[in-house]
């Protein structure tokens, strides 16, 4: 499995997913941390979109068609880093205060690692 921290990194890597499919795969019970797992059906691995000090969820559970992207801006009032994790045509909207990355890989090594940070 891979991670992917740089916002045109983890952009690009999402473009390679369009068409496909996306739904909410785990989250900490107090939603702090939430994953999305995304996977096409001609791509060999799967990417979660992986969520920290999540604020807001808008949209849908699970969706086809994805064309998902993330956007960091700052606060204007506080100067802290916001993460949005965004797919307008489903209406789906994830913002996080301590960011978003990526990880590429099987489902198998996502469960293990998702094991590991418990």
């Known amino acids: 499995m891979i991670t992917i921290t740089e916002l045109n990194d983890i952009n690009s890597t999402l473009r390679t997913y369009q068409g496909g499919?996306?739904?909410i795969w785990a989250f900490k019970l107090t939603l702090?941390?939430?994953f999305l797992q995304v996977n096409l059906s001609t791509q060999?691995?799967?990417v979660y979109i992986v969520a920290a000090s999540c604020e807001h969820i808008n949209g849908p559970f699970s969706w086809n068609n994805v064309d998902i992207s993330v956007i960091i801006e700052k606060d204007k009032e506080t100067s802290e880093t916001i993460s949005y994790a965004i797919d307008k045509?489903?209406?789906f909207e994830?913002?996080?205060?301590?960011?978003i990355i990526l990880a590429q890989g099987s489902e198998r090594e996502f469960v293990e690692y998702f094991e590991q940070i418990g």
Do not use: F, P, T
Not at 94 to 99: P, V
């Open 21 to 23: 499919r996306a739904k």
């Open 32 to 34: 702090n941390r939430i």
């Open 44 to 46: 060999e691995n799967i």
């Open 89 to 91: 045509k489903s209406g």
């Open 94 to 99: 994830l913002i996080a205060s301590g960011g």
